[in-house]
């Protein structure tokens, strides 16, 4: 059992005049053979684009691609025909497949800031798919987005194809808590707030624990509230 803590400050960066990327793990330019990802996610990256400015159409194959956007709104094209302007409450799933060109841009007044996050599909060269949907993060508990496993099969959770991993949400008031997954692959990423771990202290806005068969510890969140996100992973 280990709980891993990986501060905001210590993850990799991209800049440029119309980006600021922060990466979780190795990525792109950036490569460390000791962190190039964490059970199936293979990249979660923290996002933010300026208005008027975006990535230009680009191909990727055999990801799944789950995009949580925090403020503002990021309008997405794909080569499949598919196209959406996901805000915060929408989550959205991409599925690669065999081969997909997409863009994603910020048409907005203000700059966008999301999470993007790959993971590693179950099965490869699958036809390519789209799919948004709007989320009820109101009762404070963790609420599945975007899953594969059995057990979300009947929730509200946009489906990706990996039958052993999925991300929720929560959006704690001050002082709530949640009781985070019993999973063998447990990511806790807290976009927005602080929170205190069980076990294993405070987390502050971008900060990351990885979890390994570790049995469900608690999440407090601090006094102005917060926001996680959870990806609970299994062999």
Do not use: C
Request: cysteine-free; glycine content about 10%.
């Amino acid at each position: 059992m280990s709980v891993e803590i990986r501060r905001a400050d210590e993850r990799f960066q991209t800049s440029s005049e119309w980006l600021d990327s922060r990466h979780s793990f190795s990525f792109g330019p950036h490569y460390d053979p000791a962190n190039v990802g964490f059970g199936f996610l293979l990249a979660h990256n923290d996002e933010t684009v300026a208005p008027g400015t975006g990535f230009d159409t680009h191909p990727h194959q055999d990801l799944e691609i789950v995009t949580w956007v925090l403020r503002g709104a990021l309008a997405h094209r794909d080569s499949e025909g598919h196209s959406g302007v996901v805000h915060p409450g929408l989550a959205q799933r991409m599925s690669a497949g065999s081969g997909i060109r997409h863009s994603e841009w910020n048409d907005g007044g203000e700059p966008v800031h999301y999470v993007q996050m790959w993971v590693r599909p179950e099965q490869f060269d699958l036809e390519p798919s789209y799919q948004q949907a709007s989320v009820d993060l109101s009762s404070g508990e963790l609420v599945p987005i975007a899953s594969g496993l059995p057990k979300h099969a009947s929730s509200t959770a946009i489906h990706i194809n990996q039958r052993s991993a999925g991300l929720s949400v929560a959006r704690l008031a001050p002082r709530a808590t949640v009781d985070l997954p019993s999973a063998p692959y447990v990511h806790l990423f807290v976009a927005q707030g602080t929170v205190s771990l069980e076990d294993a202290g405070d987390l502050g806005t971008a900060d990351a624990a990885r979890l390994t068969g570790v049995d469900g510890p608690r999440v407090t969140a601090g006094p102005d509230g917060a926001e996680l996100l959870v990806w609970e992973m299994y062999d």
